[in-house]
């Protein structure tokens, strides 16, 4: 069977990859052809065979998003409840005391799944990194979805728990952990065999407090023994921060450091509260080296945070110390678009500056830093070779009007609005805004079944047995 060739004709605007200077260039007016095996041409006037033509005269092609962390386990189940509160003696955190008292069944799971593989690629995503705990449909959701998907079982041998809503302990159950670890493993495995091509496996210890030091060494050779990476929620809140240096007297890239894990394989889910945070009040400025130097990555995801009153300080910092930083989007509202734009605000309003960070760099990390994370060169890029995983906004959307830079209006202004088209491996996913594998429409509407069914548990999992109109009151009382 040959492959089908696709030209796109006369694209208005095109992002490209320009191997010699490393960096994405604008193009105008060119044709892009592209089959299943990958990017076949950039350049005016494509002369090959062609099975089918798109017209390119208003269209921006850009390569899609790798976002390197995301969770689809429960996390659209708590949208409209937790938005409000936190605990304030865990800097008013809301992860420990809350993340725990909505149950996801398998269904739930299945429509979380689902609502956000559809969101993610209709706000440009082709490449996703989910971290989760496996349900029946992990694997065939991710597959059917066309996307390419990085599935990261999440094992750990401790569980968080509030004591009176001011303090964290931890319950450790090792051989609990060590079973999810192993069956985490195998997972993995069966994942790297699945036909697609689409799909592969990241070793993924959930938290570095949550796991012992002979877990996470283990864990992240075992990784390495495969060749695939190794993904950690490390500095990612106050609490955590406070309980490393209790128990070690380090910073997490310090203890990691030291535990031998720091490398191009990892990746850091969040690495917020390093020794410069102005919170953290530590008197080295070490962390930022640490991780540059072993060029460990960091998966920032500014939207989850700035909800709570916590930033990265800041993506420009980062960037200049040399780290490289991938966006993710942890949970919802899984859309690339508008994390982008919030870590672009984030970034120059705790870096005090517009020149903190500018749109080519923050482009640059939401496309190629997150393929380099995940140890690739062929995605996050246009140019022939590489993968044909692209994105058609549509420049006539009112957003995108007038058109001088069209990735300034797409991150400053349109975000997803405009996002018309998505394909991954050269096979439509998103046509005209609406996702063309999964019954996205379905999934959303078992969404408030699943709601409801995990808010009834709220009060049975609340230590303190409390209600969830008492932990999570309404934005406004309800009057009838
Ligand atoms: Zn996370």
């Known amino acids: 069977m040959t492959d089908t060739i696709t030209a796109i004709r006369n694209a208005a605007w095109v992002v490209s990859w320009d191997e010699a200077a490393a960096q994405h260039v604008y193009r105008q007016n060119v044709d892009v052809a592209f089959s299943s095996k990958g990017i076949l041409h950039i350049g005016p006037g494509f002369e090959g065979r062609v099975d089918q033509e798109i017209q390119g005269i208003s269209c921006l092609v850009m390569p899609g998003f790798v976002n390197v962390h995301c969770h689809s386990g429960d996390e659209p189940l708590a949208k409209g409840l937790f938005e409000d509160i936190g605990t304030a003696a865990l800097w008013g955190n809301a992860l420990y005391e809350y993340s725990a008292l909505l149950d996801a069944d398998d269904d739930a799971k299945a429509a979380c799944q689902t609502v956000m593989l559809g969101d993610l690629m209709r706000s440009g995503v082709t490449t996703l990194l989910d971290i989760a705990s496996p349900h029946p449909k992990w694997l065939s959701l991710a597959a059917e979805s066309g996307a390419r998907v990085y599935l990261a079982p999440g ?68 990784a390495r023994k495969r060749s695939i990476p190794v993904t950690i929620h490390a500095a990612q809140t106050m609490a955590e921060h406070e309980e490393l240096l209790r128990r070690t007297g380090e910073t997490a890239p310090a203890f990691l450091e030291r535990l031998g894990i720091l490398g191009p394989d990892l990746i850091l889910g969040h690495s917020i509260f390093l020794d410069h945070h102005s919170w953290t009040r530590q008197r080295t400025r070490d962390d930022l080296g640490r991780l540059a130097k072993s060029g460990t990555s960091i998966a920032h995801c500014p939207v989850t945070f700035a909800r709570s009153g916590m930033t990265l300080e800041s993506l420009g910092a980062y960037r200049r110390a040399g780290v490289n930083v991938g966006i993710g989007t942890d949970s919802y509202p899984f859309n690339m678009l508008e994390e982008m734009r919030e870590a672009m605000i984030c970034s120059r309003v705790s870096g005090r500056s517009v020149f903190d960070l500018d749109t080519a760099t923050l482009f640059t990390a939401a496309t190629v830093g997150g393929a380099t994370a995940l140890g690739r060169t062929d995605i996050g890029r246009l140019a022939p070779g590489s993968k044909a995983d692209f994105v058609l906004v ?51 509407r078992e969404l408030q079944d699943a709601q409801r069914r995990a808010s009834r548990q709220a009060e049975k999992n609340d230590p303190r047995g409390r209600p969830l109109e008492v932990l999570a009151p309404r934005a406004l009382p309800l009057k009838n």
């Open 155 to 222: 094992f750990r041998e401790a569980a968080w728990r509030v004591v009176d809503s001011h303090r964290l302990d931890f319950d450790w159950n090792e051989a609990a952990g060590r079973e999810r670890y192993v069956e985490a493993l195998a997972f993995i495995d069966r994942v790297r065999t699945h036909p697609s091509n689409r799909l592969e496996g990241v070793v993924a210890p959930s938290q570095i407090e949550t796991c012992s030091e002979r877990l996470l060494q283990e864990a992240a050779a075992e």
């Open 394 to 444: 549509d420049l006539n959307h009112p957003a995108m009007q007038p058109v001088h830079d069209p990735l300034r209006n797409l991150i400053h202004c349109s975000a997803e609005r405009a996002v018309r088209d998505v394909y991954v491996d050269g096979q439509v996913v998103v046509r005209d805004r609406r996702v063309v594998n999964l019954d996205y429409d379905g999934a959303v």
